[in-house]
């Protein structure tokens, strides 16, 4: 049976932490940056833990 594929957009878009979870950028941060406030930019800068049902789904696609 052929290797599975790493689906290519969720490589570039998830990083595994130690334990095993997956981290996400934030979304929101690309753009009308000047009508955000502050806090709500530093907020939305920081990397996310993926939640557990979109865990499963992503851990497919990368093949873990």
């Known amino acids: 049976m052929p290797k599975q594929k790493t689906h290519s957009g969720s490589k570039k878009r998830f990083k595994i932490t130690?334990?095993?979870k997956?981290?996400?950028q934030q979304a929101g941060m690309r753009h009308n940056l000047e009508g955000k406030a502050s806090k709500r930019t530093r907020r939305l800068n920081q990397d996310q833990v993926?939640?557990?049902p979109d865990t499963k789904v992503?851990?497919?696609l990368?093949?873990?």
């Open 18 to 20: 130690g334990s095993g």
């Open 22 to 24: 997956l981290i996400k």
């Open 50 to 52: 993926l939640s557990a």
């Open 58 to 60: 992503a851990k497919k």
């Open 62 to 64: 990368l093949g873990l």
